[in-house]
């Protein structure tokens, strides 16, 4: 004891003579503006503009791209909070944090400056390097980038009440150095001597209290994203916790020198938390690893890290003897509760190193509460452990081993008390026979005893099952049983698992729905249950299979769980039943036992394990050992354990040879369990790897991205090794792209299916099926389609014979009836029989519905009972072929014009490839198909050699499958090429050439077709067959600026240089060539020699001309009409006057936006409408008002007069909503091929309607909503709208009104970053959800609703699990009113499916007391309004199409008002005086208005409105106002309640005006602006505007309470708070469930 005083006593000695000078000030980085820093902005809380790194670097284990700089003494990844969020806190922080002198600092008025660079300066960057080698001697760190920043001489924030002190002249100076290589970031931090003058700031909101906050300095990683369930606490590392550790940054150092310190703060290896050098120097806070404040949090989406000691024992009892971990050298099997070990010993473990780098891992922790009998043993799952549980014979023995270790075949076929299933060896099955047992992406193999199944190459699994390596998977099944939880008997019946797997990272998901609540939580331990999945579909390292290779998709797995120390048990049986339709596997999960009680809200905690799995030929076995914690409020953290011991059982197939592994190991790196008490969800989420047992890597060494999970390559990718680090992305079997962005390759379309004859392809993703065409059903073999005899069924009338038939079957009446053969009466004199089949087909092709005859249209032969005469032949092609009863082409039998006709009388046989292709070629709906590629095909049905397109006159060779050859292709000028030479790929060029020549229907009309050279290569001069222009190309086909000529110019000399491009020529080719490469109807500018625009320009499609300046702009007055003298562009500019709206009209609608066929009006001399308007296209004329806009009753026909315009005015009635929809497509929105309504004289919807492009018709409502069922195809005859029709199709679903809602609000041009919802092809919401193209994304739920914790911002999306369960298994809840509190002032606001209710305390949002007021699932609710009469909530709903109401007291049930005649309904308002409530329709372009019951309705304004938005209403002065975000020309508008006295009150200096509120106490009316980005406010008589505020993101809808603006803002998706005082923004509020907020009321108990 006495040497230990002494020693303490010397150590202190030495640190008092032991004195080092710190570093000054001239010794830190360079900086200022003479080293090329920039500077931030003064002010107490600034953030520098977003710094992009030339390259990424790496912050703990993610790499990011941008830094941040903050007036706050530190530096971030993201960009940064306002400062109230976090400068009063200490660490860990919500984002990415670099804080040399995190406290409240200001540099207002020249206190101090802050300097930032990024750079690549030699001299910096060996600086650093040598400091880094210095602190870490190991380290192999080149630095290739750094970024410097220094805060000089800042001061700390003080109010002017606390200046007194002298406080303010204490200035501080320190810098940070941030330098990173392409895998390690290290940070210096500097303090000179003299810089730190001030260690901590006060508190903004400390008032009068004295207290000072110590600086905080160190590094946090943020909020990670775990799993994809919620986000969690991230690591963090802390330098300082008192006033004194902040002193001690100057005093003391970790790198020799005080005031300098060095940290490893990031890595692309595994990385727990941040390193500190460790050459001298005092830390003030314990050793970084501390198990509180460095515990990484566990990320989905983080890095993978390097394997674990290959050697190092999952689970060894402390102090137990290293020679228990050998084994006897006699290989013994055992049963259940034996200790007999099975192979020779491993090598013994080496011990692990006790320290901890950036590329090592920490040791395994010892395991607590081991079962006894375990005490004192190893529980390492090594080979020597695994237990293989035997099942009893027939004969009550044991299977007997031979020499290799296989069983052998001691039972026929399956063993009913095992499940174990194996080839029977009476009979031996060859591949001609039974080839049918192997899946059809399998081969078979004949063995000198049987046959096996082989998965091709691009395909994993046991022969008998296979699936594409690389794609995802998902498996579905049900989950029963019975569980024991505590003393509590919990029954579990039929509910839903759904798995999703990533494979080419070994990601397993699982979910299981509607799980009890005590059950819930106490299986959260029971990952097993989707840990199956996990060992199923595991990463696969080499040498090595995961568990669908073996066991196939039809196996039973037997699990028994132990739990200690309570000795519960619970047995899991899993049975796999194949694969379903949509090729996914079906496993159907059964519980029962005991399981430990888990108090409700606990957590359990998992660390990564290994286990062993021993591998016999029909079954797979392991036992193993592992440890969970439980963290509860009542128990904090308890550690428990179980014992696992399992056997799957499969088929194999003994007769080839075996060369699967005996044992493998299976490194389960992350584990993650968690029940959703909301949802009754248990989910588990574990990362598999499956390698050799001890195939780790050695400390130091790199794995291959493709092991690591490091990769980028698409989910539906497989990630291919190479040398080192190198690897590919490949694809997976069935998707084509590649490797990091692959689509599904729809295998029916492009003629690449398996199906066979009589069979109907229907895509997968990834992969297809066959489906047998109706009248036929699969035979024995499981592929082949056969006929059904449908007569045995005796499908006809009594008095009818059936006849069978290939794929059909015919009734006839007998003798004496008539009928159909289904209705047969008896005949009476003179009754016509009714018509056959193909006497309707040919009277309707002979015929169409204005009595002529459709040209080359097919026309049927019937004989004289009006049956299909077995040859037809088509009139105008000249082809012949054999149909059977039904009129269907047998396959085959097609013979062309020059051909002998076939035989009808010989048997059919199945059409090929190359006959299916031909015969879809040649016959489109209306029978013929003008100008279409259409294949030639030899006698036996296979693709030529030679094939020849009849139009173009292309020739060019062909393999089997029809697919072009690269390099045959020849014009119709050149000799046709010889198709028996070798093959060469396709050129760019050859490609380029090809997919311009050839579209889905074989011809592209129009398209620029790249000419090639016998080589491949571009020709230099290139072009166009239709426009005439030729011009020069480089090597890529790259078009050369400047070399463009016109049809009559003189072809360009491409031998000449090169010029760059003019705007002109830009906007020429721009114009001229789209992705199609042929732009038909835009408008193409004209360019001189020089490439300058001519000063004539004419619009080749409607022939108006015009002057333009140098820019192109039109010279405003200068267009002349196509019957009109062209302008003189050489006169003198006149004064131009303004465009009028009817030119800005024309004007857009002529140039890029206006698409073939669109309405374009005509103007007059004066700009103004004239007063008679036609549509080009259509040949309807109307005339319209000085406006433009129609007016009612004079439009008219194609061949009826126009209306006199001059006539006197009759009295015009209100436009339908037929006219609006009809006028809306006609217009500015309406595209070539749109479908345009047809209204009768009244103005209402035509019962038939028609759509003029495809030829459908089908019948309406009043409504103009398609009658479901009703709809027709071309050729065929309309349905008769005036009888009944059954519904059968399905109507628009939530999602789909909601994307359709917001494209609208988009301007239908959404921005790559805008949030539209992903809908299935059902209309059902996709399980994950993202804003735009970004990677923000996040899960939802079956009703499209956020999944708490989910939402991420990483490279890699989540994997979402669909979670649909059956609607009678859980109904919704009831859509009924939870009121907020009474008695005080509440924020209603909408958010998508419900409306929530924010109290506020004075102007203070009282964020714990937020409630849900009303949930209405399937709604999306926009407007809301309150009435602080009655106490009810108005809302809109633009999916049901809706305006609605509730009562604000308990209980209180949604009323609908108004349910017809709303498209879109958006804004609403409430007149609490007249009692009236005020609306917006945005589709409808219309304002109504009605008593607050929904009657009295009527439009209040339908004219000259765009896209109105908000509304509001002035109750005391009796004026309503609105938002009109017209892209082209936005404005705000009012008039009076009763719609009279309209004036615009703004349409200056907006954007997009979604925002309106009312100020009362100004008398003010204020709007918030999406576009322009300001808070402004102005008098309603137009006088007085002043901007609030000009730093908005994107408000939606605003109110106004107490000298505050509260808006909702959709890039946050918050509420945000305003003063309108200071224009300073006060509070914010997010909700837990994030997503787009839409409109706000406020709801008070007494009308304000």
């Given at each position: ?43 107490d809380?600034?953030?520098?503009k ?36 976090y ?18 600092l ?15 300066s ?31 001489n ?12 002298g ?56 909020e ?9 606490e ?14 001690n ?32 120097g ?68 080496e ?31 090594v ?23 296989q069983?052998d ?9 095992t ?35 082989h ?7 046991n ?10 998977h998902?498996v ?66 080499p ?60 957590t359990?905690?998992?660390?990564p ?30 550690t ?51 390698g ?63 199906c ?11 992969s ?53 053969g ?59 072929w054999?149909v ?63 094939q ?16 072009e ?30 997919g ?10 129009g ?33 050369r ?49 020089a490439?300058?625009?001519r ?96 007016r ?5 026909l ?49 019962p038939l ?56 609000h ?19 919401f ?65 958010q ?7 109290p ?33 909530v ?5 999916a ?70 908000a ?26 309640v ?33 576009g ?5 406010c ?37 509420i945000?708070?305003?003063s ?29």
């Amino acid at each position: 004891m006495t040497r230990n005083k002494f020693t303490i006593l010397f150590i202190q000695l030495c640190w008092t003579v032991y004195v080092v000078t710190g570093i000054h000030r001239k010794d830190i980085f360079p900086y200022g503006t003479l080293s090329g820093d920039l500077t931030l902005q003064e002010g107490d809380d600034e953030t520098s503009k977003v710094i992009v790194l030339t390259r990424p670097m790496r912050f703990y284990e993610a790499s990011f791209s941008s830094l941040y700089v903050a007036t706050n003494g530190i530096i971030s990844t993201q960009d940064l909070p306002m400062e109230k969020q976090y400068v009063d806190d200490g660490l860990p922080t919500d984002f990415p944090v670099i804080a040399p002198f995190l406290a409240d600092l200001d540099t207002s008025n020249g206190r101090g400056t802050i300097y930032y660079r990024q750079t690549e300066s030699p001299t910096i960057l060996n600086r650093v390097a040598m400091e880094v080698h210095r602190g870490f001697p190991d380290a192999r760190f080149t630095p290739t980038h750094a970024v410097v920043v220094t805060w000089e001489n800042v001061g700390a924030y003080e109010e002017g009440s606390r200046s007194s002190d002298g406080s303010s002249n204490r200035v501080n100076t320190f810098q940070a150095v941030l330098a990173y290589d392409e895998t390690d970031t290290y940070g210096l931090l500097l303090y000179p001597e003299g810089g730190l003058n001030f260690f901590g700031t006060r508190p903004k909101e400390s008032y009068n209290v004295e207290i000072e906050l110590p600086a905080r300095v160190g590094f946090s990683r943020g909020e990670v994203s775990f799993l994809f369930f919620s986000r969690q606490e991230g690591p963090f590392y802390s330098i300082t916790t008192n006033e004194q550790s902040v002193k001690n940054l100057y005093q003391v150092g970790n790198t020799g020198l005080p005031g300098v310190w060095l940290f490893h703060i990031g890595s692309s290896y595994s990385f727990d938390n941040v390193i500190p050098a460790a050459v001298g120097g005092v830390l003030a806070t314990p050793p970084p690893f501390d198990a509180e404040a460095t515990t990484p949090e566990y990320s989905e989406y983080s890095d993978y890290p390097e394997f674990q000691s290959p050697t190092l024992p999952e689970f060894v009892e402390a102090g137990a003897d290293p020679s228990l971990l050998q084994s006897p050298d006699q290989p013994q099997v055992q049963l259940y509760g034996e200790e007999v070990p099975l192979t020779a010993s491993p090598e013994t473990p080496e011990s692990p190193n006790s320290e901890s780098g950036p590329r090592q891992h920490p040791a395994i922790p010892e395991p607590r509460n081991l079962p006894p009998e375990h005490s004192g043993l190893p529980q390492r799952p090594v080979p020597e452990h695994t237990i293989l549980e035997l099942f009893p014979t027939r004969d009550g023995g044991s299977p007997r081993h031979s020499p290799k270790d296989q069983v052998d075949s001691v039972v026929q076929g399956v063993d009913l008390d095992t499940g174990v299933i194996q080839y029977n060896g009476g009979s031996k099955e060859t591949c001609e026979r039974f080839s049918q047992q192997c899946s059809q992406n399998a081969y078979c193999s004949d063995y000198a005893t049987g046959l096996c199944c082989h998965c091709r190459s691009g395909f994993y699994g046991n022969g008998q099952h296979c699936l594409p390596s690389g794609a995802p998977h998902r498996v579905n099944g049900k989950v029963n049983g019975v569980v024991l939880v505590g003393s509590t008997p919990v029954e579990i019946n039929n509910v839903d698992l759904h798995a999703y797997v990533v494979v080419s990272d070994g990601r397993a998901y699982t979910a299981i729905s509607e799980v009890p609540e005590p059950a819930g939580w106490a299986l959260m331990p029971v990952a097993p249950v989707g840990g199956l999945f996990g060992w199923l579909f595991a990463l696969e390292l080499p040498n090595s299979q995961n568990g669908f290779t073996i066991t196939g998709a039809e196996f039973t797995r037997h699990a028994d769980v132990t739990f200690y120390p309570g000795n519960e048990r619970l047995s899991i049986v899993q049975t796999a039943k194949g694969l379903d339709a949509e090729n996914y596997l079906s496993v159907d999960t059964k519980l029962s036992g005991s399981v430990p009680f888990i108090p409700p809200g606990a957590t359990v905690q998992m660390e990564p394990f290994k286990v062993t799995f021993q591998y016999y030929p029909s079954v797979t076995t392991s036992i193993s050992v592992r440890e969970f914690t439980v963290v509860s409020a009542e128990s904090g953290a308890e550690t428990f354990s179980f014992q696992l011991r399992q056997n799957i059982t499969h088929n194999y197939c003994r007769h080839g040879p075996r060369s699967g592994p005996e044992t493998l190991e299976l490194s389960v790196e992350r584990v993650f369990a968690m029940f959703v008490k909301e949802e009754r969800i248990l989910r588990y989420a574990i990362t598999n790897k499956i390698g050799p047992v001890g195939a780790g890597i050695p400390d130091g060494g790199e794995v291959n991205p493709c092991y690591a999970g490091t990769h980028d390559c698409d989910t539906t990718a497989q990630c291919i090794p190479g040398e080192g680090q190198n690897f590919q992305c490949q694809c997976a079997t069935g998707y084509r792209g590649d490797g990091r962005n692959c689509y599904d390759i729809d295998e029916c379309a492009e003629h690449l299916s398996s199906c066979a004859a009589h069979s109907q392809c229907e895509n997968l993703q990834g992969s297809h099926r066959c489906l047998c065409q109706p009248g036929y059903e699969f035979g024995f073999d499981g592929r082949t389609c056969i006929d059904v005899d449908e007569c045995r069924s005796q499908p006809c009338h009594a008095q009818a014979s059936c006849t069978n038939s290939l794929g059909s079957f015919h009734c006839q009446c007998q003798a004496g009836y008539h009928g159909n053969g289904f209705q047969c009466h008896p005949q009476s004199g003179g009754s016509e029989r009714p018509k056959t089949h193909c006497e309707r087909h040919r009277d309707s092709a002979q015929t169409s519905q204005d009595g002529f005859s459709l040209v080359g249209a097919f026309v049927p032969e019937c004989d004289e009972a009006g049956q299909y005469r077995p040859l037809q032949c088509h009139g105008s092609t000249g082809h012949c072929w054999c149909v059977d009863v039904q009129g269907q082409e047998r396959a085959g039998t097609r013979a062309p014009p020059s051909s002998p006709r076939p035989n009808c009388n010989e048997p059919e046989r199945p059409k090929t490839q190359c006959e299916h292709h031909r015969d879809g070629a040649q016959t489109s709906q209306d029978g013929f198909s003008l100008g279409a590629f259409v294949p030639e095909c030899d006698e036996a049905g296979q693709y030529h050699p030679l094939q020849c397109h009849g139009s173009t006159g292309h020739c060019w060779c062909v393999d089997v499958q029809g697919q072009e050859r690269a390099g045959t292709r020849a014009p119709p000028s050149s000799p046709r090429p010889n198709c028996n030479e070798p093959e060469r790929p396709k050129t760019q060029c050859e490609h380029h050439r090809d997919g311009a020549q050839t579209s889905q229907d074989g011809f592209s009309l129009g398209a620029f077709v790249p000419e090639c050279d016998e080589a491949g290569q571009y020709r230099p001069l290139q072009c166009h067959g239709s426009t005439g222009h030729c011009w020069c190309v480089d090597v890529q086909g790259q078009e050369r600026a400047g070399t463009r000529a016109p049809p009559s110019s003189p072809r360009p000399n491409c031998n000449e240089p090169e010029r760059p491009k003019t705007q002109c020529e830009h906007h020429r080719d721009g114009a001229q060539t789209s992705q199609d490469g042929f732009s038909l109807g835009a408008f193409v500018p004209e360019c001189d020699e020089a490439g300058q625009y001519r000063p004539l320009q004419c619009h080749g499609s409607t022939g108006h001309c015009w002057c333009v300046d140098v820019q192109g702009q039109e010279r405003a007055g200068t267009r002349a009409p196509p019957s009109s003298p062209r302008p003189n562009c050489n006169e003198p500019v006149r004064p131009e006057r303004p465009r009028t709206q009817c030119e800005h009209h024309r004007d857009s609608l002529q140039g890029s936006h206006g698409g073939v066929g669109a309405f374009v009006p005509q103007c007059d001399e004066a700009g103004q409408y004239r007063p008679l308007q036609c549509h080009g296209s259509s040949g309807h004329c109307w005339c319209v008002d000085v406006q433009g806009q129609e007016r009612a009753g004079t439009r008219t026909l194609p061949g009826t007069p126009p209306t006199n315009c001059d006539g006197p005015v009759r009295p015009e009635r209100p436009r339908t909503q037929c006219e609006h929809h009809r006028d809306s497509l006609q217009g500015s929105h309406g595209g070539v091929g749109a479908f345009v309504p047809q209204c009768d004289e009244a103005g209402q919807y035509r019962p038939l309607q028609c759509h003029g492009s495809s030829g459908h018709c089908w019948c309406v409502d009043v409504q103009g909503q398609e009658r479901a069922g009703t709809r027709t195809s071309a050729g065929t005859p309309p349905t008769n709208c005036d009888g009944p029709v059954p519904p059968t199709q399905r109507p628009e679903t939530v999602c789909e009104r909601w994307r359709a809602s917001l494209i609208e609000h988009y301007g239908s041009q959404p921005d790559p970053h805008h949030y539209l919802p992903q809908c299935d092809s059902a209309g059902e919401f996709n399980p994950v959800q993202c804003y735009g193209d970004s990677s923000y994304c996040w899960c939802v739920d079956k009703d499209g609703r956020e999944v708490p914790g989910t939402r991420a911002n990483d490279a890699v999306k989540p994997a979402c699990i669909p979670t649909v369960a059956p609607p009678t298994q859980r109904p919704l809840p009831r859509p009924d009113v939870t009121p907020p509190p009474t008695g005080g002032v509440s924020l209603l606001y909408a958010q998508g499916q419900q409306i929530g209710a924010l109290p506020l305390t004075g102007t203070r949002m009282d964020k714990d007391k937020s409630s849900v007021l009303l949930q209405l699932h399937g709604s999306i609710v926009v407007g809301v309004a309150h009435d602080c009469l009655e106490r009810k909530v108005y809302w809109t709903d633009i999916a049901g199409r809706t305006i609605n109401r509730a009562g604000l007291a308990a209980g209180s049930e949604p009323e609908v008002l108004i349910n017809t005649g709303l498209t879109s309904p958006e804004g609403l308002a409430l007149d609490v005086v007249r009692r009236r409530m005020f609306w917006v329709d945005s589709t409808m372009d219309k304002i109504e208005t009605s008593n607050l019951d929904g009657t009295g309705r009527r439009v209040l304004i339908d004219k000259d409105l765009v896209n109105p938005r908000a509304i509001i209403v002035d109750s005391s002065s009796g004026t309503v106002y609105w938002t009109d975000w017209n892209r082209e020309a936005p404005k705000i508008e009012g008039a009076s309640v009763d719609g009279q006295n309209r004036k615009v009150l703004v349409q200056e200096g907006i954007g997009l005006p979604n925002a309106l509120t009312f100020n009362p106490a100004s008398r003010q009316v204020c709007w918030g602006d999406a576009g322009t980005k300001r808070l402004e406010c102005i008098s309603p008589d137009g006088t007085g505007r002043q901007v609030i505020h000009s730093g908005l993101n994107y408000p939606f809808a605003m109110v106004f309470h107490a000298n505050h603006f509260y808006y909702t803002d959709w890039r946050r998706d918050a509420i945000i708070g305003m003063s309108r005082g200071t224009s300073q923004f006060t509070d914010d509020y997010l909700p837990e469930q994030r997503s787009h907020l839409y409109g706000i009321a406020l709801a008070s108990p007494n009308c304000l």
